[in-house]
């Protein structure tokens, strides 16, 4: 769930239906991580970005996904 005004700003910013479907799901933000994920995969299936690329990518996708599990602080 959207918890925050700023993400549901840029939220908007996407076609209606894949919106939809993320708003949808229990956790959006986890959605998120995991179709930038299947999107990175089918670029390295395609021979698109390199393994190295997609590895440093896929270690980016991981630590966003770390960070959005810790509590807020601020």
Do not use: W
């Not at 894949?18 to 299936?45: F, G, P």
């Amino acid at each position: 769930m959207v918890d925050d005004e700023d993400t549901r700003t840029e939220l908007k910013k996407i076609p209606t239906e894949e919106h939809d479907r993320l708003i949808a799901n229990v956790n959006t933000y986890k959605c998120i991580i995991n179709e930038q994920s299947r999107d990175l995969l089918k670029l390295r299936k395609d021979n698109l970005i390199k393994d190295f690329r997609h590895m440093e990518m896929v270690n980016l996708l991981k630590s966003f996904y770390t960070l959005q599990g810790k509590k807020r602080t601020y």
